[in-house]
């Protein structure tokens, strides 16, 4: 099949790479319909992770169902299904305690920009739609595959309430997920950190009351202003910079939770701030399958577009030209089709 491939920072292709193929007797081959690039993508790309030369990279896709390994009884051949970047059996202890993306038998998405994909723990994993779905809700099923439900996840380990004032640092994917998010869970407020203006408008339709542009002490002194000193009752961290769970902190109440979900690169958290004001911290890898039922049902029901972050769409050979356009905030994040 072809595939997207990295073979360095800033070096990828799109090229002829075997096919995957059943490996476990619980294992689903998925032919994809929709992939796309996430934010994380961009630290290999950027040189902030290492690179294995030629290693397929996307972990986020949807599509149909291919063949099945001989252990597989809930899904079928021609399932059209939303695959979690993280696989799980949705049975052990930990997917039993809602933190399936800590599954004993954990898999990833490896080629979720390729043709096709496998998924290690297809029972657990797949969600199935009722048939084919309209060509219209592909980009909002495959924001379900992570940047929704990660975002969802923030809001969550952040404890969102109704009537509460939440901060959402980060205007990528994933920080706009997070506005839609607190949004959906009935906070009276929802202060987007955002300095881009088409991301500024996605985060005013996905529910944000308010937009600051400034960074750094300016954005945590605006912020102050508009919670009259007291600070947020939940601050969404999307970013995964020590900058911006530094900010995150600062702007956080007394007594209040950050939840974080960017992937954590060169963070030290301020414990002296967190003992002092006694503010927790809570989140990390977003347990996708155990949102997927409710997100799914808010999508088909049209409460919910998350699909609305993705920009540009682009043929998968082009992926090197999404990266590109990622890189350079060209664009939010980018769908790519076979």
């Given amino acids: 099949m072809r595939a997207t491939t990295i073979h360095a920072p800033g070096d990828i292709r799109f090229e002829e790479v075997p096919d995957p193929r059943i490996e476990l007797p ?45 252990d597989v009884r809930e ?3 021609g399932d059209f299904v939303i695959v979690p970047f993280c696989h799980c059996d949705n049975t052990c202890a930990h997917c ?39 060509e219209r809700l592909i980009p909002s099923l495959l924001a379900l595959t992570d940047v929704m439900a990660t975002g969802w996840h923030a809001a969550v380990a952040a404890g969102v309430q109704p009537g509460h004032t939440a901060v959402v640092v980060g205007d990528g994917a994933v920080g706009l997920s997070g506005v839609l998010a607190a949004a959906q869970m009935g906070a009276e407020r929802v202060i987007a950190m955002s300095r881009h203006e088409p991301r500024q408008e996605i985060a005013r339709a996905f529910g944000a009351t308010d937009i600051v542009a400034e960074r750094g002490k300016e954005g945590e002194a605006r912020i102050a ?13 999307c970013v995964g910079t020590d900058a911006a769970m530094r900010t995150a902190f ?48 808010r999508v088909l029901s049209g409460a919910i577009d998350p699909g609305r972050v993705f920009d540009l769409t682009l043929p998968m050979a082009e992926s090197a030209e999404g990266y590109r356009a990622m890189d350079e905030r060209r664009a939010i994040k980018v769908l790519l089709q076979p």
């Fill in 250 to 297: 600062t702007v956080a109440r007394p007594g209040s939770t950050v939840g974080f979900v960017g992937v954590p690169h060169g963070v030290e958290l301020p414990v002296g701030r967190m003992f002092q004001k006694n503010v927790g911290l809570a989140g990390g890898m977003a347990p996708v399958r155990r949102y997927l039922p409710d997100l799914l049902e």
């Fill in 96 to 134: 039993r305690a809602g933190v399936q993306s800590a599954c004993v038998n954990l898999g990833m998405t490896q080629s979720g920009q390729g043709e096709y994909a496998r998924v290690a723990q297809a029972d657990g994993s797949l969600v199935a739609t009722d048939g084919m779905p309209d």
């Fill in 75 to 77: 899904t079928k051949v």
């Fill in 26 to 70: 619980t294992d689903a081959i998925v032919k994809v319909v929709a992939g796309c690039i996430c934010g994380s993508d961009l630290w290999p790309y950027r040189g902030e992770n290492d690179v294995t030369a030629g290693a397929t990279i996307g972990h986020e896709c949807v599509g149909v169902v291919e063949e099945v390994g001989a």
């Fill in 225 to 237: 202003d508009l919670t009259d000193g007291i600070g947020a009752d939940a601050v969404l961290e």
